[in-house]
């Protein structure tokens, strides 16, 4: 007969009276040390879940070995070892989906789409001639079309009038479409 590792899943299995635990110990010791032992199993991987069953797998691990531990006092030193080592098979095991070539693969290019690389040249020139604007204006075109406020607000955040900040608006555009790293693209 095998003794359950999870004690939640057996007291469903088995009524209250025919049940026993073989370690009340070792109960009494993953109840009062979990949150600092998950706390643990989370600095070793990126995923909450993935550190519960990292902290699940070393603590079935350390059940297991529950009558060889002399010391009681450094359990928690053999989970934390029991953890890492547990982290560090799982790492090796890891399955690795990439592999070498001689070419690197381009992908396909899609008809109708921009090139990245002048897309970014683009935008690197729009902030390039933002910047030559006067302030005033640069921080109503930014406000307005990056980040889209309504004149309204925008005039409320800059303590201004709505029609100055169209006027100035329409003044800022009118710069920009006159600026020569702008035109129209070869």
Known sequence: MTTPVCTSASTAAVPAATQ???YPS???????RQSVLLRTARSL?????????LLQTALAKTYVAWERIEDHRALDG??????????TSQWRKRKVDEFSCDELPEPEPVPGA?????QQALRDAMWRAIMKLP???????????????????????LGVSV??????????LGKLRED????PVR
Request: charged share 25%.
């Open 20 to 22: 026993s635990l073989a």
């Open 26 to 32: 070792f109960s009494s010791y993953v109840r009062a």
């Open 45 to 53: 991987t990126a995923n909450p879940s993935d550190a519960e069953d």
């Open 78 to 87: 053999y989970v934390r070892r029991a953890l890492l080592n547990t982290r």
């Open 114 to 118: 921009a090139d990245p690389a002048e």
């Open 135 to 157: 302030a005033r204006q640069r921080a109503m075109v930014v406000l307005r079309y990056y980040e889209d406020l309504s004149e309204v607000q925008t005039a409320e955040v």
């Open 163 to 172: 029609g100055t900040v169209k006027s100035a608006v329409s003044r800022a």
């Open 180 to 183: 020569p790293e702008l035109g």
